[in-house]
């Protein structure tokens, strides 16, 4: 995607921007970029503490680790893609209403959008083959914003919160997306990749049967499932956040009708909290190793046998989650 000088996607560009409209409007993109530099610079080696509820606080990194990756990126395609990211969580996008599902909120995916960001970065720093391009990035960067998007009911929706569409969220997102881009002009070839990336979320996700147009198409979207999953279990709130968790779960086994499905396996939030471990030890661990190729090994800070924050931070939920259960 370009955005020329005049067009009409950069006058969106400089309506859309939330932290950087007022520079933008004033003709000062050079003090942006420079500004975006000086954090590549100045940031410690271990990533710093990143406020997940604020969008343009996760902005500012994500933009730091593109324009870190790609000098000559388009400066303003990171608050381009995060206002219509905006606006589609808080019911500003056509006939849809803001997000109200509790646990697959902005918020999750902001997670999720953070921690890609930081893992492709590294994977770049570290050299891997075969080497990330700045459309990729970019592809992969509206997938993880949009990934989610299938929780978002129409207007005329009003029965239930999002979380009754969690069986069949994933699909809804992958054509939210193509709507979405369609109408922002992306082609046929990039629509579908961005499609492909998002079928790599969702807990039984059939990679072998994505139709990934190249190798570092299907990298890219690996790295997003890694990323929707890391970011979500590695949150400060994590263990906080299951029982919000099991309730879009019973409310998505009540709309479908208790048809046997990954949500329906657990009886309460108890439960859930009660499997969770070994959901990690025994099916997370195994599908970030196996089926994402250990991509998560490039937050290793530094790479590749510095400590990896969202392991620790995940290990640390999981230490504290046994304690909640056995104090119960």
């Given at each position: 995607m370009r955005l020329e000088f005049g067009s009409s996607r950069r006058k969106e560009a400089l309506i859309l921007s939330i932290k950087w409209k007022v520079s933008l409007l004033t003709s000062a993109t050079e003090n942006y970029v420079q500004f975006c530099f000086s954090r590549i610079r100045l940031r410690a080696r271990m990533y710093p503490p990143v406020v997940t509820k604020d969008p343009t606080a996760?902005?500012?990194?994500?933009?730091?680790?593109?324009?870190?990756m790609f000098p000559k990126g388009d400066a303003m395609f990171v608050p381009l893609v995060f206002g219509w990211a905006t606006e589609c969580f808080t019911g500003n996008y056509g006939d849809y209403q803001a997000v109200d599902a509790r646990y697959h909120d902005f918020e999750h995916t902001l997670q999720g959008t953070l921690c890609i960001a930081r893992l492709?970065?590294?994977?770049?720093?570290?050299?891997?083959?075969?080497?990330?391009?700045?459309?990729?990035?970019?592809?992969?960067?509206?997938?993880?914003?949009?990934?989610?998007?299938?929780?978002?009911k129409k207007w005329g929706d009003r029965e239930g919160t999002g979380a009754k569409y969690t069986v069949t969220h994933v699909d809804r997102s992958a054509e939210f997306a193509a709507e979405l881009l369609r109408a922002k002009d992306y082609s046929p070839e990039d629509i579908k990749a961005v499609q492909n990336m998002i079928h790599c979320t969702g807990v039984d996700a059939a990679l072998s049967v994505i139709p990934f147009q190249d190798e570092l198409e299907k990298t890219v979207g690996h790295a997003l499932g890694t990323a929707d999953l890391l970011g979500q279990m590695a949150a400060e709130d994590y263990v906080d956040k299951l029982p919000v968790l099991y309730a879009e779960f019973a409310e998505a086994t009540r709309f479908s009708h208790d048809k046997p499905h990954f949500v329906s396996m657990f009886?309460?939030?108890?439960d859930l909290m009660q499997k969770t471990p070994n959901f990690w030890e025994k099916y997370v661990q195994m599908k970030l190793d196996r089926d994402f190729g250990g991509l998560h090994k490039f937050l290793n800070d530094p790479y590749p046998d510095g400590p990896n924050y969202y392991m620790q931070r995940?290990?640390?939920?999981?230490?504290k989650l046994r304690e909640r259960i056995a104090a119960a």
């Open positions: 996760v902005e500012v990194e994500v933009q730091s680790a593109y324009l870190g492709l970065r590294g994977r770049q720093l570290a050299k891997a083959l075969p080497p990330l391009n700045q459309r990729m990035f970019e592809l992969g960067l509206l997938a993880i914003l949009m990934h989610d998007t299938g929780y978002l009886s309460s939030a108890m995940i290990e640390a939920n999981m230490k």
